[in-house]
C-alpha cells in the first residue's frame, strides 16, 4: 500500500507536465483571390509573371483602353474651358452686384444666370471626367495586398468577359498562416496561445510560433482537428510538422 502510494505520488507531477501534441501544417496566405475586372476587352499589358512578388496598388494587368484615355483627356480639356468661363462670369457678376441699384434689374438677373450657368457647367464638366476617368481605372488591375502571385489566367490579347473571367490569382505575403492538422483526441487540450515548436520542410532550423486559432470543428473526413499559426516570411504552398506544446 505504502509503495502504491509512493510510485502515485512520484507519478502525478510528472502528469502535469508539458505534453507534446504532434501536428502536420501547410502554408497558405492570410489572403488569397482571384482578381477580376468589371468590363470587357482585351488584354493589352500583362505586367507580371507567376511567381513575382507586388505591392498594394501595383500594376498586374492592363486592357485595351486608348478611347477610353482620349475621353478622359478630351474632358479635362472641357473643365479647363469650363473653368475659364465661370471666372469670366463670376468676375463680370461681382462688377454688376457693386452696380446693382443703379442698372435694370432684368440686366442684373441675366449677369447672375449666366454666372450660375457657368458655374452648373463646370460641376458637370468635373463630374463628366471622374466617370471618364473611372472608366480607364476600371481597365487596370492592380494588387488589393501586398502578394505573391501564384497564377495567370490570361495571356496576351485574351478576350476578357467583365468579372466572369479570372485574370491573375495572389496570396498574400510575407505575412502567412500555417494550417495546423492534429488528432481529434486533443480536442480538449489545444487551445490559442499555446506554443507550437516546428520545422518547415526544407529549412534545417526549427522555428516557434503562437496557436492564434483552433477551429471549433472535426473534419468529418479526417477526424482531425485544425489550428492556425500567424508568421511571415514562408513561402505558401510550403509544408511541415512540429509539436504543440499543451500544459
Known amino acids: 500500500m505504502i509503495k502504491k502510494l509512493i510510485i502515485s505520488s512520484v507519478l502525478l507531477p510528472l502528469s502535469l507536465l508539458a505534453v507534446d501534441v504532434y501536428a502536420t501544417f501547410d502554408v497558405e496566405g492570410l489572403k488569397e483571390s482571384k482578381l477580376t475586372l468589371p468590363v470587357t476587352g482585351f488584354v493589352k499589358k500583362l505586367h507580371v509573371k507567376i511567381g513575382d512578388n507586388v505591392n498594394k496598388g501595383q500594376v498586374l494587368l492592363e486592357l485595351n483602353n486608348e478611347i477610353e484615355k482620349i475621353d478622359m483627356e478630351l474632358s479635362k480639356s472641357d473643365i479647363k474651358l469650363s473653368q475659364i468661363s465661370k471666372d469670366q462670369a463670376s468676375s463680370i457678376f461681382t462688377r454688376y452686384k457693386k452696380i446693382k441699384d443703379v442698372i435694370d434689374e432684368e440686366q442684373y438677373e441675366n449677369v447672375e444666370f449666366a454666372y450660375q450657368k457657368a458655374v452648373q457647367t463646370l460641376i458637370k ?14 481597365r487596370i488591375l492592380k494588387a488589393p495586398y501586398n502578394g505573391v502571385v501564384t497564377d495567370l489566367h490570361v495571356e496576351l490579347g485574351d478576350g476578357v468577359s467583365g468579372p466572369v473571367t479570372p485574370l491573375i490569382s495572389i496570396t498574400s505575403y510575407p505575412e502567412v498562416k500555417l494550417v495546423l492538422s492534429f488528432d481529434e483526441k486533443h480536442w480538449n487540450s489545444v487551445k490559442a496561445g499555446q506554443t507550437f515548436k516546428y520545422r518547415v520542410d526544407g529549412l534545417d532550423k526549427e522555428l516557434i510560433g503562437k496557436i492564434t486559432k483552433v477551429y471549433p470543428s ?22 511541415g510538422d512540429g509539436n504543440i506544446v499543451v500544459e
Request: glycine share 2%; proline share 6%.
Open 125 to 138: 464638366s468635373q463630374n463628366a471626367y471622374i466617370l471618364k476617368k473611372t472608366r480607364v481605372e476600371d
Open 218 to 239: 472535426v473534419d468529418p473526413n479526417s477526424r482531425k482537428l485544425k489550428a492556425e499559426v500567424l508568421t511571415k516570411d514562408i513561402l505558401p504552398g510550403l509544408f
